[in-house]
């Protein structure tokens, strides 16, 4: 019994050291390379490598991982006499001889990689990707003349220029000729609409002179998609975020166009275009056949952008679309809700807001109840009824909330509250910023006309916030240098110069020792430059320099002295 | 500035009144390197003499404390210290024995850079710096210098332009280019116009007035390929080197033999570039930046040391707060070694290659420098790359040695080399 359970016991014993074993061959070299390579051990992850290459089977891959590891280990020369083998053995393979010419490349073996390039052509004489691949090369290397005679070469050698076309609008790109580059790149587009974003960021670095002449080769008919995208792209980069919407949205909206507008919305968004995003989404809705929900939330993000251009209206308006869906109140609560109730207290619809928020507040939860509570409360404050803002306040039990608290103690002129309130304030506004700096400022414990301006301000009425500033400055004395310069930076914003050289004028001249003095002769000097009064602009800068030589903002009042003097130059 | 104020301080002989000074250092204690070269020179356009202390702090400047000098610094932001008499003669004393010398910087020199009127897609270094330096100065082209101008003006910058009149051979792969065909225009135009054949023989009839120039007692100041191709269409006197583009005929196939190196300033036995198709002149180049199959790469070189007392017109020329400044590319990079005529003084060289960078020498009762490279803070220059925005390097070594240029010819005394 005994020699028969030690028997059984051993060959449970010799299985299981058997499938250990075959475990361990289970791997394949290459997947073994793989995984060597993943957790960064270069050295048996090139000898898997090497390994496989010897076995056969994906030569390729076990090139390319090669390539991969002695490039960590800077032993890319060891690919080398690796890649001359498998040449050998295949003259035509594209992918090892691509892998040779980055190899020389990397190797900074110039006149090798010119080299391999020559014997790739000479065997394979009618393939056009050994000068595709060089002149990309080439390009990258910043040697465009060089990758220009390439692909001179490969046209006359193949009897075509459309299998380089990609590569030349590049070149041209690269070698400033932006009206060819951009011929090149519609005919690129034209039949590949998604090289639209390659072409963009070729045409990007367009000088301003050359624009117009890059936006008439997209523009000119046919209206292709591939086309308009690409302007659309290049124009968005320019800053020009309305023609580029303008481009993009004369296509046939299609399926294909539909997507191309999402993308653009996004684009738009991404980079704080909102009113251009606006008008893409609405488009789309438009156009869109979509279920319910789908078409809700569609009016709703152009509802949004719409909301970040400070376009209230029309963000309510996409909310109505929204509800008009048909969706059901669960839904509406969640997706349109926070917009339609954002957007009427931004209007200063607060009563509306309000009973907004009661008509759905049972299909929203505690958290987003209160979020949407503040939001009716900023309501009442831009309509100017900060009693009404404290109700809804305390009605919803938000009186532990500090910032709202400190807001409205500062609207109701009573400094000395906020200044302990806002202390704790979590989102860095504008408002917010020069409302701690005023209240750091001031030693006053109350002041209404302070008040009135920043209810102003949260209403949007700059102008009226401007002269309320003005007016707190001779009040609030002690802060007064930093109330003239927030009342002018104000009138700056609005373009209003006029306005605005007078207060600078106050600040340099009646507070030349306060902090804001410096930040006054530099904007004294813009608003002067802007009136063409160059001698009076330089002047100011020059007196920022000398006077404040330690000011933070010296280096900039050299650069508009270096600016002016230039632009008088010439 | 206020020059009326400067003036009226100029009457005073500061030279026999206990002025206060202030000193601009040139070390790493300045703010603005390129600037300081201006507060020195308008000080002097002023009339207000100073000095150039060679190797004291990086080749400072000493210049009376005068309220306008000081407010000029503040605006520009030069680094300007007072210095009280006892720190003066102690400096003094250290320039005295050590390898260092004072020179009096005593007229601002007028200048004159040859430039085209429209500029092509790419910058001049040199033009820059003045102009971020505020040196004023005079735009000619090729009507003034055939009318004979250029001595009205004492230090003479050239553009970089191609003196073989081979439009720099950028035919080879701008032919199609607007700006090029515009250029091309322009110089055909000019050439009629001022009775040349062909645009060769007008650049050819510049280059003549260049070398006159400096042979009558000018400084001439030159970079990138206009060093090369001024050398070239000197020797080339009587010499076909143009390829057909150029003015229709083949070069000489002989004219290697027939070019005449007496003519040139600073090169001789130099081999012309035959083909019409490879973007290179001459083996004058050592980097042949433009031929991918020649291409050398780029180093650094070193700055010479020279003997302040003893040779202080190559002293002023390398005075700089940096000894090894890296290297960047033109259409001439540098200057092969094999090239250069025995009396070529170097400036600077690349450690080991078989190229110098800087080179300096006399002809006639002028002189010339030339330098290789276009922009030393734009080491890979490539034509519609924007302009190098120098308020981004005040500090740079490479533009010193530019501005070294422009204020050399201000020196008192023209001081012989042992």
Not at chain 1, 239 to 252: E, F, K, P, T, Y
Not at chain 1, 374 to 400: E, F, H
């Amino acid at each position: 019994m005994r020699s028969n359970k030690t028997l059984a016991a051993r060959a449970v014993l010799f299985v299981a050291i058997a499938t250990a074993q075959l475990h361990a061959q289970d791997p394949s070299p290459l997947s073994a390379g793989y995984d060597a390579e993943q957790r960064g051990d270069w050295a048996e992850a090139a000898a898997n490598y090497r390994k496989a290459l010897h076995a056969g089977g994906n030569t390729a891959a076990s090139v390319l991982g090669l390539e991969r590891v002695f490039a960590e280990i800077n032993h890319t020369d060891s690919l080398l006499p690796v890649l001359d083998t498998v040449i050998a053995e295949r003259p035509k393979d594209a992918v090892f001889r691509s892998v040779q010419l980055r190899a020389l490349r990397m190797l900074g073996r110039q006149d090798e990689e010119r080299a391999a390039f020559e014997r790739w052509v000479r065997d394979a004489p009618r393939d056009p990707t050994p000068y595709r691949d060089y002149a990309r090369a080439l390009l990258e290397e910043g040697r465009p003349q060089t990758a220009d005679s390439i692909l001179d070469r490969a046209q006359r050698a193949l009897g075509s220029g459309r299998e380089f076309l990609v590569e030349t609008a590049q070149l041209r790109a690269t070698m400033g000729l932006w009206d060819a580059s951009a011929r090149a790149w519609r005919t690129v587009v034209d039949s590949a609409p998604d090289l639209a974003s390659s072409s963009a960021y070729a045409l990007r670095p367009t000088p301003r002179p050359s624009r117009d002449k890059v936006r008439a080769v997209f523009l000119a008919p046919p209206v292709t998609l591939g086309a308009r995208r690409a302007l659309a792209s290049v124009e968005l980069a320019w800053g020009d975020a309305n023609d580029a919407w303008m481009a993009l949205s004369s296509v046939r909206p299609d399926s294909a166009a539909v997507a191309a507008w999402d993308e653009f919305g996004d684009a738009a968004s991404a980079q704080g275009e909102w009113r251009t995003a606006h008008d893409a989404f609405a488009a789309i809705l438009a156009v869109s056949h979509a279920p319910p929900p789908a078409l809700a939330r569609l009016a709703i993000r152009a509802g949004d952008a719409a909301l970040r251009a400070g376009d209230a209206l029309s963000a309510l308006a996409m909310t109505n679309r929204a509800l008009a869906t048909g969706i059901d109140s669960g839904t509406a609560a969640r997706v349109v809700l926070p917009l339609k109730i954002r957007a009427l207290s931004a209007l200063g619809r607060a009563s509306d807001a309000d009973f907004t928020l009661s008509a759905y507040a049972k299909f929203a939860d505690d958290s987003s109840r209160a979020r949407l509570t503040r939001d009716v409360a900023w309501g009442y404050v831009r309509s100017g009824d900060i009693a009404r803002a404290k109700t809804a306040v305390a009605a919803a039990g938000l009186g532990d909330d500090r910032e709202l608290a400190g807001w409205l103690a500062l609207y109701a002129g009573d400094l000395g509250s906020a200044r302990t309130a806002l202390r704790q304030a979590d989102a860095p506004t504008a408002d917010l910023v020069t409302a701690l700096a005023l209240l750091a400022r001031t030693r006053a414990d109350t002041a209404a006309v302070v008040g009135r301006a920043f209810v102003d301000l949260a209403r949007g009425d700059t102008a009226a916030a401007a002269t309320q500033f003005v007016a707190a400055s001779d009040v609030v004395r002690d802060a007064a240098p930093l109330l003239l310069a927030t009342a002018a930076r104000l009138h700056t914003a609005r373009r209003e110069d006029a306005e605005a050289i007078p207060l600078w004028k106050k600040v340099v001249e009646q507070y030349a020792d306060a902090p804001e003095a410096p930040e006054a002769d530099l904007e004294w000097g813009r608003a002067l430059a802007r009136g063409h009064d160059v001698q009076g602009a330089m002047s100011r800068w020059e007196h920022l320099i000398l006077t404040y030589p330690s000011s933070a903002l010296v280096p900039q009042a050299r650069r508009e002295v270096e600016a002016a003097r230039g632009s008088a130059t010439s | 500035m206020a020059a009326a104020a400067l003036a009226r301080a100029a009457r005073v002989d500061l030279w026999h009144t206990a002025v206060p000074m202030l000193l601009v250092p040139m070390d790493d204690d300045q703010q603005n390197h390129l600037k300081a070269y201006g507060l020195a020179y308008n000080t002097l356009k002023a009339g207000i003499k100073g000095e150039w202390l060679l190797n004291y702090k990086g080749g400072s400047f000493l210049i009376p404390d005068l309220p306008e000098v000081r407010k000029r610094a503040a605006l520009a932001g030069v680094t300007v210290t007072p210095i009280a008499d006892a720190d003066l003669e102690a400096a003094r004393s250290e320039i005295a024995s050590s390898n260092m010398d004072s020179i009096v910087l005593e007229k601002a020199p007028t200048i004159a850079v040859y430039s085209p009127p429209k500029s092509p897609p790419w910058d001049d270094a040199v033009t820059l710096a003045l102009n971020y330096a505020e040196i004023p100065f005079t735009n000619v082209w090729d009507e003034q210098v055939v009318a004979g101008d250029l001595p009205k003006y004492d230090w003479v910058h050239l553009f970089h332009e191609d003196f073989t009149g081979q439009f720099n051979k950028l035919y080879i792969n701008s032919r199609g280019a607007p700006w090029f065909q515009e250029q091309v225009t322009r110089d055909q135009d000019a050439a009629k116009r001022l009775g040349f054949a062909s645009v060769p023989a007008l650049k050819k009839a510049v280059a003549e007035q260049v070398r006159a120039f400096v042979q009558h007692g000018g400084f001439l100041f030159a970079m990138c390929g206009a060093t090369e191709t001024l050398d070239l269409a000197l020797a080339a006197h009587d010499v076909d080197i143009d390829g057909p583009f150029s003015d229709g005929t083949p070069m000489d196939p002989n004219a290697d033999a027939k070019m005449d190196w007496s003519r040139a300033l600073a090169f001789q036995n130099a081999h012309l570039e035959t083909s019409p198709l490879v973007n290179a002149m001459s083996d004058i180049d050592g980097h042949q930046a433009n031929v991918p199959s020649r291409k050398q790469p780029l180093g650094a070189f070193t700055l010479f040391s020279f003997a302040a007392k003893f040779d202080p017109v190559a002293s002023m020329l390398v005075q700089n707060h940096r000894t090894v400044v890296p290297d960047f590319y033109g259409v001439t990079t540098s200057f092969t070694k094999a090239t250069l005529k025995s009396a070529d003084i170097i400036l600077a060289n690349e450690e080991g290659a078989p190229w110098v960078k800087y080179i300096h020498g006399d002809s006639g009762k002028g002189s010339w420098t030339f330098l290789g490279g276009h922009d030393p803070e734009d080491p890979q220059h490539a034509i519609g790359n924007p302009a190098t925005d120098l308020s981004l390097h005040p500090n740079s070594p490479g533009y010193r040695l530019i501005l070294n240029n422009v204020l050399f010819p201000a020196a008192k005394k023209k001081p012989l080399k042992t």
